[in-house]
């Protein structure tokens, strides 16, 4: 699509015909003749009438802001899941404009046998087409919700935490997510380029095993129907352990990006979800590098970094390990040759400080872990807790 020429308006209030005023609406109408014009985009959300009688004036296709979301939506949706909250998007923005048809193509003739008169009108028909539509595209949702709440309930009774990207649409969530876990995701230069979400394993130090989920960017007034329609989309950033929200550091209007996430977020009741800024894009900014910036108490609250360029990706990873782990437990243990399993769990967990051997050939190792990683060791190898009392009796 080719702009042909941008215009724009101000006024204390909305014109109830046109949305802006009759002179601009003339305005447009002349500009859409003049350049041929096929189509009109208003950055703005119109009400039924308003799309129609600019729609007649201009005499060409009018869309909205919420109609244009809907259609990139439309063309971004892969997988069957993403397909159908669109549509049900659209469904629910189309049925409140049906408008009657003119003439007597608004009736159907005969009707019921034993009823007077005609039929439902076409406009009833429409209506109640649309509204069974809604209710199987509900349906089928609520399967697929239910499903990824099973499994959001299997990671949290294995204590599991779930880290979900949030942030403004083309900030490079997608393109961060691959950085951090080499998941090939797709990711372009584009707006929503991602509208289903995804899933990895990550490991984090100290943490353990931790999913990263990748979810659909936000927008300044993002159209209730999308966020109720995303729904089971959405969750994965309501039920996350830690939000990272990622901003394009380069974008001039970054401030006003976040504030429209905080209000999406606080919508879908995510704002009180522990959230660590990620500054992406610095690659593109004179004299910034990556670091993480830290409050008076030495926590980390925001990190730099550029994911198209990999730098700052270590940076990251600390920053969510402090911000996940909880209390850490310093442990000797004393494995024998036969433990390699338990010896294999503490090296993915990055978390060995000191080992050695004995005269036996049995190791003696020292980790430096998260409690509740510990915890589900002492459930998963019982034999851990004689193995404690073992470098004990070693020391002694």
């Not at 129609?52 to 892969?78: H, M, P, Y």
């Not at 970094?305 to 000797?332: F, H, M, P, T, W």
Request: aromatic letters at 6%; glycine letters at 6%.
């Amino acid at each position: 699509m080719e702009i042909l020429a941008t215009l724009t308006t101000s006024r204390s209030a909305p014109h109830i015909k046109y949305f802006v005023g009759q002179g601009k609406a003339d305005e447009i109408a002349q500009v859409v003749k003049d350049l041929g014009a096929t189509v009109v985009l208003v950055n703005h959300e119109l009400s039924p009438s308003q799309t129609r009688n600019l729609q007649a004036l201009c005499e060409c296709r009018v869309v909205d802001r919420t109609g244009l979301i809907l259609d990139i939506f439309a063309q971004r949706a892969r997988s069957h899941e993403g397909k159908l909250q669109v549509e049900l998007a659209q469904l629910k923005h189309l049925a409140t404009r049906l408008v009657r048809r003119l003439g007597n193509q608004d009736q159907q003739k005969g009707g019921a046998v034993g009823l007077r008169g005609p039929g439902e009108t076409q406009l009833e028909t429409d209506r109640r087409l649309i509204k069974v539509r809604i209710q199987q595209l509900q349906n089928r949702l609520e399967k697929v919700n239910k499903q990824r709440s099973q499994n959001r309930k299997t990671r949290q009774k294995a204590d599991i935490p779930t880290v979900s990207l949030v942030g403004y649409t083309n900030a490079g969530k997608s393109t961060l997510f691959n950085a951090i876990t080499n998941a090939g995701v797709y990711a372009a230069d584009q707006l929503f380029a991602t509208l289903d979400p995804t899933l990895r394993r990550m490991q984090i130090q100290d943490v353990g095993t931790t999913i990263l989920a990748d979810t659909v960017g936000f927008i300044r007034f993002l159209p209730h129907d999308l966020v109720s329609a995303f729904k089971s989309t959405l969750q994965e950033t309501t039920e996350a352990s830690l939000l990272l929200h990622v901003i394009d550091a380069a974008d001039d209007r970054k401030n006003e990006n976040i504030d429209a996430v905080n209000q999406v977020l606080d919508e879908i009741g995510a704002l009180g979800i522990p959230t660590l800024l990620v500054y992406n894009k610095v690659d593109k900014l004179d004299g910034v590098v990556p670091h993480i910036e830290r409050n008076g108490d030495g926590k980390p609250v925001a990190v730099y970094l550029s994911a198209q360029a990999n730098q700052g990706i270590d940076l990251l990873y600390e920053a969510i390990r402090e911000c996940l782990r909880n209390e850490l437990v310093c442990e000797k243990v004393l494995l024998p040759a036969t433990a390699g399993q338990i010896y294999t769990q503490f090296h993915l967990q990055r978390c060995i400080k000191n080992e050695s051997f004995n005269q036996f050939g049995d190791r003696l190792v020292e980790v430096e872990v998260d409690l509740v990683q510990w915890n589900k060791w002492l459930k998963q190898f019982p034999e851990l807790t004689e193995y404690v009392e073992f470098a004990i009796w070693e020391e002694d």
